[in-house]
């Protein structure tokens, strides 16, 4: 089967990747060339234990109402999201999408017992992101945008990209104009003269591990390699570009490799009190951002002057204190993330093993089965964990089909966030509660808001009444 790209963009009810939950999904299919071959808008209901984030609701515009009238329960649309994401040679591609929307799906995924990771891998499929692309590019000053700046100062961000260069028609942050924007943005990409292809590289973890054993190696430390790296979230004022020591593969995590910066801050003040608590440390992923180019003195020579500075300190210092260095190396090489107690089900994807064969075999007795005979497979599932959230499916969106038990799990559970009981996320962060929401809708009020956002004001005002009135 021919490779394709799914382009694809998400509007969400809140920031909250465990707790939160898709409001729109859109995504345009295009062959490598980028012709378009499909495309697809998905609404999603509104979950029955979720409050949309008032902010959320004011920056996208998807009304409550229309998610309500026609769209899917979460369970379903999942379905359909999934299977787009998982046919076969697909690569998925947005715009920061692995900055958000791609963790934001895994979430999604696992929470309705369906494999989180592979459509990252499995039977041809991939993923990309124009996000890093465009700093790339950008940093190299390619011609092939007019590059917006929002007072004075350099913004890689999809709304202004659009409205500057006028790529695509429509709301912002829309996901289906946002997703015909970045095909756009593609298009001149492509068209730019840059090797699309070699951009294109940096997500496939082979051609990255390839690219890797090109860095120099840093004497005397000869398993530390200098690099230049090039990512937006190093910001317009650095011109997007950071210079730093590949301290090697996390020992734990084998596919992180551990960056130490060398422009923020003259090292002289590390010692080994403070290893651990050094903050430029970058945790780079295969076949994610940030991208890297060996420290050539064409690339390196366009150092802003104070950058080149601390640098040259830096090695300096470096090579006077290898020992310091080693340990420094050896400490976040060898780091782990805390476990955190008490996670619920749809907050402990990463604390949780991987599916087993048996797992995926009982999942997909599961989604196979009519709604009347899910509640029985759900009790074979043998995982605590996934039985839970099996019984969370059914409770939320076949509640006709759910046992009374299933039912009072639910209800427990959102009387708890209505009681401002506090609960932890996959990042050790307290979900926002429901009286925060209440603070939050105040807040908008007090903006100055079209009659566009008034109207999901009131929107949001009815549904917190009718949630309120079952949760208390």
Same mark, same amino acid.
């Given at each position: 089967?021919?490779?394709?790209?799914?382009?694809?963009?998400?509007?969400?009810?809140?920031?909250?990747?465990?707790?939160?939950?898709?409001?729109?999904?859109?995504?345009?299919?295009?062959?490598?060339?980028?012709?378009?071959?499909?495309?697809?808008?998905?609404?999603?209901?509104?979950?029955?234990?979720?409050?949309?984030?008032?902010?959320?609701?004011?920056?996208?515009?998807?009304?409550?109402?229309?998610?309500?009238?026609?769209?899917?329960?979460?369970?379903?649309?999942?379905?359909?999201?999934?299977?787009?994401?998982?046919?076969?040679?697909?690569?998925?591609?947005?715009?920061?999408?692995?900055?958000?929307?791609?963790?934001?799906?895994?979430?999604?995924?696992?929470?309705?017992?369906?494999?989180?990771?592979?459509?990252?891998?499995?039977?041809?499929?991939?993923?990309?992101?124009?996000?890093?692309?465009?700093?790339?590019?950008?940093?190299?000053?390619?011609?092939?945008?007019?590059?917006?700046?929002?007072?004075?100062?350099?913004?890689?961000?999809?709304?202004?990209?659009?409205?500057?260069?006028?790529?695509?028609?429509?709301?912002?942050?829309?996901?289906?104009?946002?997703?015909?924007?970045?095909?756009?943005?593609?298009?001149?990409?492509?068209?730019?003269?840059?090797?699309?292809?070699?951009?294109?590289?940096?997500?496939?973890?082979?051609?990255?591990?390839?690219?890797?054993?090109?860095?120099?190696?840093?004497?005397?430390?000869?398993?530390?390699?200098?690099?230049?790296?090039?990512?937006?979230?190093?910001?317009?004022?650095?011109?997007?570009?950071?210079?730093?020591?590949?301290?090697?593969?996390?020992?734990?995590?084998?596919?992180?490799?551990?960056?130490?910066?060398?422009?923020?801050?003259?090292?002289?003040?590390?010692?080994?009190?403070?290893?651990?608590?050094?903050?430029?440390?970058?945790?780079?992923?295969?076949?994610?951002?940030?991208?890297?180019?060996?420290?050539?003195?064409?690339?390196?020579?366009?150092?802003?002057?104070?950058?080149?500075?601390?640098?040259?300190?830096?090695?300096?210092?470096?090579?006077?204190?290898?020992?310091?260095?080693?340990?420094?190396?050896?400490?976040?090489?060898?780091?782990?993330?805390?476990?955190?107690?008490?996670?619920?089900?749809?907050?402990?994807?990463?604390?949780?093993?991987?599916?087993?064969?048996? !797992?995926?075999?009982?999942?997909?007795?599961? =989604?196979? +089965?009519?709604?009347? #005979?899910?509640?029985? *497979? $759900?009790?074979?599932? &043998?995982?605590?964990?996934?039985?839970?959230?099996?019984? !969370?499916?059914?409770?939320?969106?076949?509640? =006709?089909? +759910?046992?009374?038990? #299933?039912?009072?799990? *639910? $209800?427990?559970?959102? &009387?708890?966030?209505?009681?401002?009981?506090?609960?932890?996320?996959?990042?050790?962060?307290?979900?926002?509660?429901?009286?925060?929401?209440?603070?939050?809708?105040? *807040?908008?009020?007090?903006?100055?808001?079209?009659?566009?956002?008034?109207?999901?004001?009131?929107?949001?005002?009815?549904?917190?009444?009718?949630?309120?009135?079952?949760?208390?």
């Amino acid at each position: 089967m021919q490779q394709t790209l799914l382009f694809y963009d998400l509007e969400t009810s809140g920031l909250d990747k465990s707790y939160d939950q898709v409001q729109q999904f859109a995504g345009i299919r295009t062959d490598m060339a980028l012709n378009e071959l499909e495309r697809h808008e998905i609404f999603v209901k509104i979950n029955p234990d979720i409050i949309p984030n008032p902010h959320a609701l004011m920056l996208h515009r998807v009304s409550i109402n229309t998610c309500q009238n026609i769209g899917l329960n979460e369970y379903e649309a999942m379905q359909r999201i999934h299977a787009l994401m998982n046919t076969p040679n697909t690569i998925s591609v947005g715009y920061n999408t692995l900055g958000f929307d791609d963790e934001f799906l895994r979430f999604s995924f696992h929470r309705n017992l369906l494999t989180p990771y592979t459509h990252q891998f499995a039977n041809g499929c991939g993923r990309a992101d124009l996000y890093p692309m465009a700093a790339m590019l950008r940093w190299q000053q390619a011609e092939c945008l007019t590059w917006p700046n929002i007072e004075g100062s350099p913004t890689l961000k999809l709304e202004h990209l659009n409205a500057t260069n006028q790529l695509a028609q429509g709301q912002a942050h829309n996901a289906l104009v946002d997703v015909e924007a970045t095909i756009s943005l593609a298009k001149r990409f492509q068209s730019s003269g840059a090797s699309w292809d070699y951009l294109l590289g940096y997500f496939n973890k082979h051609v990255g591990q390839k690219r890797l054993q090109q860095l120099r190696p840093f004497e005397p430390l000869r398993n530390c390699h200098l690099a230049l790296m090039i990512d937006g979230n190093f910001g317009g004022k650095n011109h997007y570009q950071c210079p730093v020591l590949g301290l090697g593969t996390h020992h734990h995590y084998h596919n992180q490799t551990l960056w130490l910066k060398l422009d923020q801050q003259d090292l002289s003040d590390l010692n080994e009190d403070n290893l651990g608590t050094l903050p430029w440390i970058i945790r780079k992923k295969a076949g994610e951002s940030p991208f890297f180019l060996p420290d050539k003195p064409r690339y390196m020579d366009k150092l802003l002057p104070d950058q080149k500075e601390i640098l040259e300190s830096n090695l300096a210092w470096l090579k006077e204190n290898v020992g310091l260095l080693e340990k420094l190396q050896t400490h976040h090489c060898q780091w782990q993330y805390p476990e955190l107690p008490d996670l619920p089900p749809q907050a402990n994807l990463y604390q949780s093993n991987f599916l087993s064969s048996k !797992d995926l075999q009982q999942c997909a007795a599961f =989604h196979l +089965a009519e709604p009347e #005979q899910k509640a029985r *497979l $759900a009790k074979q599932i &043998q995982r605590p964990d996934l039985q839970q959230l099996a019984d !969370d499916i059914l409770a939320k969106h076949y509640a =006709h089909d +759910a046992s009374e038990t #299933q039912r009072q799990c *639910l $209800a427990q559970r959102t &009387q708890m966030f209505c009681d401002d009981r506090p609960m932890l996320n996959h990042v050790g962060k307290l979900r926002i509660t429901f009286s925060e929401i209440q603070e939050a809708i105040l *807040l908008c009020a007090q903006q100055n808001l079209d009659n566009q956002q008034q109207n999901l004001l009131a929107e949001l005002k009815a549904y917190i009444g009718t949630f309120a009135g079952i949760a208390r």
